[in-house]
């Protein structure tokens, strides 16, 4: 006769968290954030740079011991190109997020573009300007997305196939690129200016500030032929949840193609690092990506 151990109530629960753990461990070791650009290049000719800039020199803010680098005081936008092996790749600006103040560089920049390059992305991480200065980072990503379509060749990436990843303001940001492309946010000044800075795709994760006082933020338009549309947002991310919601039920009435991938758990700002529902995001969006994009 075969016996069958039963496992108790405390085991199964330790199984499950060692499982878990062993998960989260694999994964950090994969995307550890320390692959170095292969370039970093400049978003703005010198001299040439619209708007305002910091009125302090750039830093990094103390450490808090998450293992998270926050850049402030930006007033030198870069492009930092991660590039896929295989030829004519698509491309992805991340935009990382911190609240317009800083910019986590690491955590929801260089590992989110680890993670792209696994999926035979190019990945552009934009240091955009901070901090308080929404305006300068907008100009830096419309400026950013067509200096990546005018190199397309150079760079190996597919002109046809260049989206934007945004994460809390970052997702902002990638909201307004998709959204307000007919127009340029400052005076075209040279050829730059004059390839289309119109995403071809974007993903909105966990993005912040979409909404003021239960509507759409008076800054977006819902109205443009905005392009195809992934968001990642999770039920327990209290201060930015009403805004997704309220964006993504837009996106369906105005018959605009998305998907949202919707969690219960997560909080806000984990970036790739969630040991909750949402940390299976990267996942279902390499599907979405394989499906629409990569294909």
């Not at 190019?122 to 305006?135: E, F, G, Q, S």
Request: with cysteine; aromatic share 8%.
């Amino acid at each position: 006769m075969i016996k069958r151990r039963t496992n108790s109530p405390i085991q199964v629960i330790t199984i499950l968290f060692l499982v878990a753990l062993s998960t989260q461990i694999t994964f950090s070791q994969t995307f550890g954030g320390t692959t170095k650009p292969t370039q970093v290049i400049d978003v703005w000719t010198e001299g040439k740079m619209p708007g305002d800039a910091a009125s302090e020199p750039e830093a990094d803010m103390p450490e808090k011991g998450d293992g998270v680098q926050r850049i402030t005081n930006i007033s030198h936008s870069t492009l930092s190109i991660f590039p896929a092996k295989n030829q004519n790749a698509p491309a992805v600006i991340i935009c990382p997020g911190g609240g317009y103040n800083y910019v986590t560089y690491n955590k929801e920049g260089v590992e989110v573009a680890e993670w792209l390059n696994s999926l035979g992305i190019t990945a552009l991480v934009l240091k955009y300007r901070t901090p308080k200065n929404r305006d300068g980072a907008f100009q830096d990503l419309q400026r950013a997305l067509s200096l990546t379509r005018i190199n397309a060749k150079k760079w190996n990436v597919n002109p046809k196939k260049i989206g934007v990843i945004g994460f809390s303001a970052g997702g902002h940001l990638a909201a307004k690129a998709s959204n307000l492309f007919d127009s340029r946010s400052y005076s075209p000044m040279d050829a730059i200016d004059k390839t289309s800075c119109r995403p071809d795709f974007v993903i909105l994760v966990y993005p912040a500030y979409l909404e003021k006082e239960g509507k759409i933020a008076s800054e977006l338009n819902l109205k443009a032929k905005i392009p195809l549309t992934l968001i990642v947002h999770n039920e327990d991310d209290k201060t930015f949840i009403l805004g997704t919601k309220i964006y993504e039920a837009a996106l369906t009435e105005g018959k605009i193609k998305h998907t949202f991938l919707f969690y219960q758990t997560g909080g806000h700002g984990y970036g790739l690092r969630s040991d909750k529902e949402a940390g299976r995001w990267t996942k279902d969006a390499a599907e979405w990506l394989q499906k629409n994009i990569i294909k």
